[in-house]
């Protein structure tokens, strides 16, 4: 059972070697070949989270046994928490690379592009994976220098100049996670994950560790695109071809931000006041300024890169919420609200704020232009489109019964429970301003009677189907919150979080 | 002591660099030096008072070794830091075919 | 280039071609091994493109080869890997050639084949990412 782990990154890297090389030679093979991997790591995720019993897996790469009491070997985790994040991972890259056999064929290169598409996702599916620290850090980079590679795809002027601004920021954020990381092994002598936690828990209160986090929180929340370091994400998510910005805003902002900060700060590090403090902050200064800016927009994908600010804030919220009144002993009912509500609002968001841009994508397609100033009308012309764009809207503003409002909902009871008014009237503002804002995008770009553009036909037979799956998806999701199935996939994903001795029992005595 | 302060001179000079720089290119250099001052910071850590070399010959008798690990961790960053230039490059020299400059106050077709 | 610098590049590029070799080949005895081995062995060619100019040769064709073969080298590494979670221990990356004794040329297991897979990998890639930059050099002023 444990020998499954790294399936999850050796079989996509030997996929797209194979996709290199074959590729050149025999046409549409790369195609076939991603979306048969995809669905197979769609499978093995399914696998575990039905058959695993909800025990954490670990697999020590090439076999070196703990010697004495110290690991040495590098680790490899899956536990319910990892599952559900990769599940979400491989499902939103299956249906954007089922959109992109349509999409792509209007760029050179068509090889190329799936060659880092697939590269982009066995470094995903590597950090969420990853045991200890410095391989975290290897499959980050590589995740991300494909991703600077796929916003530049096109070579038009705007996304060359977006990319070189993405990679000069995501370079300085990679020094400062490094350098974070040496101060650790400084002070502890150890790169594992649940050993750093051991020896963290029985040593004194230092600076120096307050300061390491510090430096960590500038360098994921750059990555996962957070207030203050937010300047790279509405250039580089709006010019990038469509189903790489679904990939990018969905699924990379979360699994290379801010999953790893929740790994890292919930599990590794002590849970401190102040640090939960600084982390609630920061998400609502994101959640409110990202909708401040997001509603003077006429860009299409600007508007929707500016919502994902926003976005992000929510589940911080969530989460920032759970370590302040978990870091004063406090009801650990609330707390246990708070971060599902976070956790569950971080995979709403990948699907629907995903759907939202293959729609722009799909509009794009057709029209030739992202101004929403010349759009309108769409609605007879395109249905397929209109209506799954309609469901996302309604998913984004918190509508029922789709799965925005379960998630808002959970957020903003748990913030009342524990008397932060302030948090939850926030929350509410923001997601009117929210609805107000995508109201305003529905009517410029589909039902606005303006039609004078010609005859436009609906996108091609793969690309609805992707969209109208996960337009089905958007409801279906909210299903995960009945008791039944909240508690075979939801219940432990967060119980990994609060709990630190199960965490270290179960991975320390293998 | 005084070899830290060095370190963090160093990662001053290449955050200088990045932030008032006008040519794209030494942009790129002010990056280089960033990533190269923390490859100096990770190897020196591993010092310890009268080690030798980590590597066991023949006659292995028990001696001090200085710390291997973060020699490894630096020649595998070493690496990412070469593929990370060499996509910063290829993405420069695109920009100077589109734009006819390398002057990054020209490049500007973004805003909002 | 003068015919004295095209003359002496083309005598010691063999010589750090045969150095990069001997440093992949004692990866496991003395320092150096995948990496640096690799880059001596694409600055052996790197040499001869800059001292020759880069009008002597057909730079795509070159570029496609050093593109295919840098494939082929990587999808070995990974094949081999794999193959270690067949045969032996039946873990990823395992150890499964016999190791000989401390000291040997021929000893340590798998670890020779790794080094020099992983050093015609990061030779064949330098090579690629510099014949495009030349071939970018020539689009943009011939």
């Given at each position: ?48 989270i ?30 319910p928490l990892?599952?559900f994040v990769?599940f979400i991972i491989?499902l939103m890259?299956?249906f954007s ?127 996962a695109a957070i207030m ?5 994400l509405?250039?580089?998510h ?7 910005s679904a990939m990018?805003s969905g699924v990379?902002i979360k699994a290379?931000g801010l999953y790893?900060?929740f ?16 982390i609630t902050?920061i998400g609502t200064l994101s959640m409110v300024v990202g909708v401040f800016l997001a509603i003077?927009q006429?860009?299409l994908k600007?508007l929707l890169a500016y919502h994902s600010i926003s976005q992000m804030g929510y589940v911080i919220i969530g989460a920032g919420m759970g370590m302040m009144i ?5 009801n650990k009912l609330i707390a246990s609200l708070a971060i599902t509500g976070g956790l569950f609002h971080m995979v709403n968001h990948a699907v629907f704020k995903g759907l939202l841009f293959l729609n722009a994508?799909a ?16 609605y007879?012309?395109?249905p397929f489109t209109s209506s799954s764009s309609l469901s996302a809207s309604l998913a984004i503003s918190g509508i029922p019964p789709f799965n925005g409002f379960f998630s808002k909902l959970l957020i903003i009871i748990a913030a009342v429970q524990a008397k932060y008014y302030v948090l939850a009237t926030l929350a509410v503002i923001v997601s009117i301003i929210t609805l107000a804002s995508f109201m305003k995008f529905q009517r410029y770009a589909f039902y ?18 992707s969209m109208v799956s996960m337009a089905v998806l958007c409801l279906a999701l909210s299903l995960l919150l009945i008791p039944e199935i909240r508690n075979f996939i939801l219940q432990p994903a967060v119980d990994?979080l609060m ?12 | ?112 | ?142």
């Amino acid at each position: 059972m444990e020998n499954i782990v790294p399936l999850f990154v050796i079989v996509p890297l030997t996929a797209v070697f194979l996709m290199l090389i074959i590729g050149r030679f025999v046409r549409g093979f790369s195609k076939v070949l991603s979306v048969f991997l995809f669905a197979f790591l769609v499978a093995l995720s399914l696998f575990y989270i039905f058959r695993g019993d909800h025990i954490s897996q670990v697999y020590q790469v090439g076999g070196w046994k703990d010697s004495g009491n110290i690991p040495i070997a590098i680790y490899l985790l899956l536990d319910p928490l990892n599952v559900f994040v990769l599940f979400i991972i491989n499902l939103m890259a299956l249906f954007s690379t089922i959109y992109s056999v349509n999409y792509i064929t209007r760029y050179t290169g068509e090889n190329y592009y799936y060659t880092l598409f697939g590269i982009m996702i066995a470094g995903l599916n590597g950090v969420v994976i990853a045991g200890d620290l410095f391989n975290l850090y290897v499959f980050l980079e590589i995740t991300v220098i494909a991703s600077y590679a796929l916003v530049a795809f096109g070579t038009a002027r705007e996304e060359l100049e977006a990319s070189f601004k993405y990679q000069v920021l995501g370079g300085i954020a990679t020094t400062l996670i490094l350098f974070s990381i040496g101060m650790i092994y400084w002070y502890t002598k150890t790169l594992n994950m649940p050993d750093i936690s051991r020896i963290l828990e029985t040593s004194e209160d230092l600076k120096l560790v307050q300061f390491c986090q510090l430096m960590l929180i500038a360098g994921f929340g750059l990555k996962a695109a957070i207030m203050p370091f937010h300047g790279w994400l509405p250039d580089a998510h709006s010019s990038a071809p469509a189903p790489v910005s679904a990939m990018l805003s969905g699924v990379v902002i979360k699994a290379a931000g801010l999953y790893v900060i929740f790994r890292l700060f919930f599990n590794m590090f002590q849970l401190t006041y102040e640090i939960s403090v600084l982390i609630t902050a920061i998400g609502t200064l994101s959640m409110v300024v990202g909708v401040f800016l997001a509603i003077g927009q006429w860009d299409l994908k600007r508007l929707l890169a500016y919502h994902s600010i926003s976005q992000m804030g929510y589940v911080i919220i969530g989460a920032g919420m759970g370590m302040m009144i978990l870091s004063v002993n406090g009801n650990k009912l609330i707390a246990s609200l708070a971060i599902t509500g976070g956790l569950f609002h971080m995979v709403n968001h990948a699907v629907f704020k995903g759907l939202l841009f293959l729609n722009a994508g799909a509009v794009e397609y057709r029209l030739g232009t992202r101004d929403l100033n010349k759009m309108g009308g769409l609605y007879e012309k395109m249905p397929f489109t209109s209506s799954s764009s309609l469901s996302a809207s309604l998913a984004i503003s918190g509508i029922p019964p789709f799965n925005g409002f379960f998630s808002k909902l959970l957020i903003i009871i748990a913030a009342v429970q524990a008397k932060y008014y302030v948090l939850a009237t926030l929350a509410v503002i923001v997601s009117i301003i929210t609805l107000a804002s995508f109201m305003k995008f529905q009517r410029y770009a589909f039902y606005n009677h303006k039609s004078h553009h010609g005859n436009i036909k609906e996108v091609p037979f793969l690309m609805v189907f992707s969209m109208v799956s996960m337009a089905v998806l958007c409801l279906a999701l909210s299903l995960l919150l009945i008791p039944e199935i909240r508690n075979f996939i939801l219940q432990p994903a967060v119980d990994i979080l609060m709990g630190r001795n199960e965490y270290l029992i179960n991975l320390l005595n293998q | 002591m005084i070899v830290f302060i060095l370190c963090f001179i160093l990662f001053l000079v290449g955050l200088f660099g990045v932030l008032t720089s006008r040519n794209i290119i030494k942009i790129v250099i002010g990056l280089s030096f960033m990533e190269f001052s923390v490859f100096l910071f990770l190897a020196l850590i591993g010092y310890v008072d009268n080690g030798q070399i980590p590597i066991v010959s023949g006659e292995a008798t028990s001696r001090v070794y200085v710390d291997p690990l973060p020699q490894a961790m630096v020649l595998t960053a070493i690496v990412i830091g070469l593929a990370t230039n060499a996509m910063l490059l290829a993405v420069a020299i695109r920009i100077y075919k589109k734009f006819r400059t390398f002057d990054i106050r020209k490049i500007t077709s973004l805003k909002g | 280039m003068s015919i004295i610098v095209k003359k002496v590049c083309q005598l010691i590029s063999g010589i750090i071609f045969l150095y990069g070799i001997y440093i992949i080949l004692h990866g496991h005895l003395t320092p150096g091994g995948g990496f640096a081995g690799g880059i001596f062995l694409s600055g052996a060619f790197i040499l001869l493109v800059l001292a020759n100019g880069s009008h002597v040769m057909n730079l795509r064709h070159e570029e496609e080869k050093a593109s295919v073969i840098e494939g082929l080298a990587i999808l070995i590494f990974v094949l081999l890997t794999a193959a270690g979670f067949f045969i032996g221990a039946r873990v990823f990356f395992g150890n499964f050639l016999p190791k000989g004794h401390l000291g040997e040329l021929i000893s340590a297991g798998v670890i020779p084949l790794y080094n020099i897979m992983v050093g015609i990998e990061v030779g064949a890639s330098l090579l690629t990412i510099f014949l495009a930059l030349v071939i970018y050099k020539e689009e943009i002023s011939p």
